[in-house]
């Protein structure tokens, strides 16, 4: 009965710190496993990206920056790993190159934080789409991404892609490792 008593004290406490403290599954699941993953040591990042294009025959460019910062440790059924937000320096969430209805733009994929902080978990990876480009459509609730391949939007939008300019990745050594 005393041990009993003891496991309720002890999961009401918990209870009350993940309530105070907000604490999301992936820091639990850290605390109680040991610290699964890694913390990075890096947890900012900012790399410029330019992707130079054509619509119609007018040259055209775009700049931002791809803008990554530590989120923390996020856990599903796959597993535990490192979470990050992506932005873009711009406040724009894509770099469109067309807005084809009020409800559909084709755009170009930057690419991750997982790509860019080169911490794909569960061994993933990552290849640019130049020179393709994406749709993004919404019907309703109904939203879609589709591939545009360069033919594609070539031949049916007269788009071109002409450069994907970015900076590459950090090493891994850069993550984990203070400078």
Not at 27 to 46: A, H, I, R, Y
Not at 97 to 106: R, T, Y
Not at 116 to 139: E, I, Q, R, V, W
Not at 161 to 179: A, R, V
Request: charged residues 20%; proline residues 4%.
């Amino acid at each position: 009965m005393k041990s009993l008593k003891a496991l309720l004290i002890v999961g009401v406490v918990l209870l009350f710190i993940l309530l105070i403290f907000r604490l999301d599954s992936g820091t639990v699941f850290s605390f109680l496993l040991g610290d699964p993953v890694k913390t990075p040591v890096t947890k900012f990042g900012e790399f410029p990206v330019e992707l130079t294009y054509s619509i119609s025959g007018e040259k055209l460019s775009t700049k931002d920056t791809v803008i990554c910062e530590y989120k923390g440790i996020e856990c599903n059924e796959a597993g535990c790993f490192r979470d990050w937000d992506f932005s873009l320096k711009s406040g724009k969430t894509d770099l469109v190159l067309k807005q084809i209805s009020a409800d559909s733009i084709i755009y170009y994929p930057t690419g991750s934080c997982f790509y860019y902080m080169n911490d794909f978990p569960h061994g993933g990876s990552y290849k640019h789409a130049f020179p393709n480009a994406a749709l993004f459509t919404k019907n309703g609730s109904l939203t879609t991404k589709a591939s545009l391949d360069s033919l594609k939007l070539a031949e049916k939008f007269e788009i071109h892609l002409n450069s994907w300019e970015y900076e590459t990745p950090l090493s891994k050594n850069e993550i984990f490792n203070s400078k």
